[in-house]
């Protein structure tokens, strides 16, 4: 059986294989490298609580869809 060409998948294509092929590590060092080169994430340090996420404005606008996810107390 030969073996598929990890580059040439897309990421959503990757991940698939990565996932019903759980103990293929080369198709998830594979996988990780083309997250990583995507970089398309928010990184934020630790929150103490919710309220800490109105200082993350990138990070709500990512996941909101458009909605307002926290409502400002003004």
């Given at each position: 059986m030969s073996?598929?060409?990890f580059q040439a998948m897309s990421t959503k294509e990757l991940r698939?294989?990565?996932?019903?092929?759980?103990?293929?590590q080369?198709?998830?060092y594979t996988y990780v490298d083309k997250l990583?080169?995507?970089a398309n994430w928010v990184e934020?340090?630790?929150?103490g609580s919710v309220d800490?996420?109105?200082?993350?404005?990138e990070f709500l606008q990512?996941?909101?869809?458009g909605k307002k996810l926290l409502e400002s107390e003004e």
């Open positions: 073996q598929p060409n698939a294989y990565v996932l019903s092929h759980r103990d293929d080369e198709a998830f990583k080169a995507e934020i340090p630790p929150s800490d996420l109105k200082n993350y404005p990512r996941f909101s869809n």
